[in-house]
C-alpha cells in the first residue's frame, strides 16, 4: 500500500519461490529507483522554475502598470513577456533533459556532434567580455574530438544573446 521498501522474504532455500521472491524483490528495487529519480526530476525542475518564472510575472506586473498609465506599449510589453516565456520554457527544456540523462544513466539519443564549434563559440564570447578589461583572448579551436552527446553546440550563447 504505498510502501516502497516492502520486500518479498527470499528463504534460503534456492526453490522456485525463492527464484520468485528474488525476481520481484529486484523489480521492486528498479521501481523504487525509478520512483526516486521522478521525485528529484520534479524537484529540480521545480527549484531551477522558480526564479524565472518569478521574474516573468514580475515583469508582467510591471509591464500592465506601465500600460494602464500610458507610459509603455502594449505591443512592446507584449513581446517583452513572450520572450520572457521562451527563456522559462527553454530552463525547462534544459533541465528536463538533465533529469531524463540523470535517471537513465547514460545519454539516450547520443548524435555527434563539433566541439570545436561549441568552443569557437565560448571564445567569441569571452572574447568581446574581455574585451575591455583583458589582455588580447584566443583559443584557437581543435578538429580532433568527434565525441557523442545530447547537447548541441548551438545551446552556447552567443555574443549578441548573453
Do not use: W
Not at 101 to 121: I, K, M, R, T, Y
Not at 132 to 158: E, G, I, K, M, Y
Amino acid at each position: 500500500s504505498g510502501d516502497l521498501h516492502a520486500r518479498a522474504p527470499v528463504r534460503g532455500v534456492g526453490d522456485e519461490y525463492d527464484e520468485l521472491a528474488s525476481g520481484m524483490n529486484a523489480m521492486l528495487d528498479r521501481v523504487e529507483r525509478l520512483m526516486g529519480g521522478l521525485r528529484h526530476a520534479g524537484d529540480a525542475i521545480a527549484h531551477d522554475l522558480r526564479s524565472p518564472l518569478t521574474r516573468l510575472r514580475s515583469r508582467l506586473e510591471a509591464a500592465l502598470i506601465e500600460v494602464d498609465n500610458g507610459r509603455a506599449d502594449p505591443t512592446e510589453s507584449l513581446i517583452q513577456a513572450l520572450e520572457d516565456t521562451d527563456g522559462v520554457l527553454k530552463t525547462f527544456n534544459a533541465v528536463l533533459a538533465i533529469s531524463r540523462l540523470q535517471a537513465a544513466g547514460q545519454v539516450p539519443n547520443p548524435q555527434l556532434f563539433d566541439p570545436a564549434e561549441l568552443c569557437s563559440g565560448l571564445a567569441e564570447l569571452h572574447q568581446q567580455l574581455c574585451a575591455a578589461n583583458a589582455p588580447a583572448f584566443s583559443a584557437p579551436p581543435s578538429t580532433r574530438l568527434h565525441p557523442r552527446a545530447d547537447r548541441p553546440p548551438a545551446a552556447v550563447p552567443r555574443p549578441a544573446d548573453a
